[in-house]
């Protein structure tokens, strides 16, 4: 008998076949992700099809069929957050390939302190987006704060109320965001430039190609595909942020910088719209939902 | 050489090769992908309220089409 056979007849725990024991460990995981996610997940595409309101739970509940999609796809306000929205992926995506990318160069070249700089780098991207808004909020306090007082130090432009002003609380969650999440970009970026092999800058070495021919035909083509992953992955994360545009200004000053995903909690628990908000939520969703596969066939790209 | 008339098991399995070159993965995960980036830029775009009110319909489209057309053949 071959060994595969012993293991496939062998009895397991207390006389039950491995295909018994390894459904008693999955199942507990299956009905907590469809008790978690799947559920909630049907009941609010459900709920987008009604007049529902949480906050009158004796109410008559009416099948208000697409209204709730046509409220949320036709409203100005909506398509407002949504380009702020999209100016803020844009601005801190922009903002954070170029600084990671050229911060994963830096790195990748062998110097003394490589590591410990390394360590110090990645140190934003190990908190909680939470914590960080709330510890910024302190940072850009105009009178007391160590940003201002920098900003003031160097350009002598006098307290900056970063988070009160319209035109620069967009830039505050842009600034925190980048020195949030470009180390995970360097990372990636890192990650790219490592698995370059170094015969190739010895071939080009010996063709006589200069430091921008390397960088053009070389190093720029073999990083692009993580490039694109880093791009596609803080895309999805900073079309659904939240947490920390909260803490940070809460949507303001007014709504400038009132995100999609902080409008839809506001109509949610605040105006308790449960159909509408639900409607919106499964836009955002789908949206999400597609980005993903996307980002998981660029993933498999990248693997191969 | 004499002609041939093409016999209907010929014919079937033509026709199936046809089928099966025209639905392969590649290309259609390639469109349905264009499609979904298409409608978040549409989501997203600051020019036409037109083309935010069919983005999602857009979106849709392209996400269900995905998921159907990553069971194609390679």
Partial sequence: ?304 | MANEAPTPAHTASSSTAERKRIFVRGPWEMAASILIGLGVIMLMQPLSITLYSYSFVTILVGTVGYIIVSHFPE
């Fill in chain 1, 1 to 304: 008998m071959s060994n595969n056979n012993i293991t496939k007849d062998t009895p397991g725990l207390r006389g039950l076949s491995d295909k018994s024991l390894a459904w008693l460990f999955i199942t507990p995981t299956i009905i907590l992700l469809l008790a978690i996610n799947i559920f909630p997940l049907i009941w609010t595409i459900y709920l987008s099809f009604t007049d529902y309101r949480s906050n009158q739970p004796g109410r008559e509940i009416e099948w208000v069929g697409l209204e709730n999609y046509r409220d949320v796809l036709t409203s100005p306000d909506v398509w407002g957050y949504m380009q702020t929205t999209a100016s803020f992926v844009i601005s801190t995506m922009l903002i954070q390939v170029a600084i990671g990318f050229a911060l994963a160069m830096f790195i990748n070249k062998n110097f003394k302190g490589n590591s410990l700089l390394t360590t110090i780098i990645l140190i934003p991207m190990m908190l909680s987006p939470a914590v960080v808004g709330t510890f910024w909020t302190y940072l850009y306090q105009p009178q007391t704060g160590v940003f201002s007082y920098i900003i003031d130090f160097f350009a002598d432009v006098g307290p900056l109320d970063m988070i009160g002003s319209v035109d620069l609380a967009p830039w505050a969650i842009v600034i925190v965001d980048t020195w949030m999440w470009t180390p995970y970009i360097m990372l990636l970026c890192l990650a790219g430039l490592r698995s370059i092999p170094e015969y190739l800058y010895e071939a080009a070495e010996i063709d006589r190609a200069n430091a921008l021919q390397k960088f053009w035909y070389i190093t720029l083509p073999r990083i692009l595909p993580f490039l694109m992953l880093a791009v596609l992955f803080r895309g999805i994360e900073n079309f659904k942020m939240f947490d920390m545009v909260v803490s940070l200004t809460s949507g303001g000053p007014g709504s400038i910088t009132e995100l999609a995903s902080i409008n839809l909690k506001r109509e949610a628990f605040e105006n308790w719209k449960t159909g509408y908000s639900s409607a919106f939520a499964t836009i955002l969703f789908v949206t999400v939902f597609g980005l993903g596969s996307i980002y998981v066939k660029a993933l498999n790209k990248v693997k191969s």
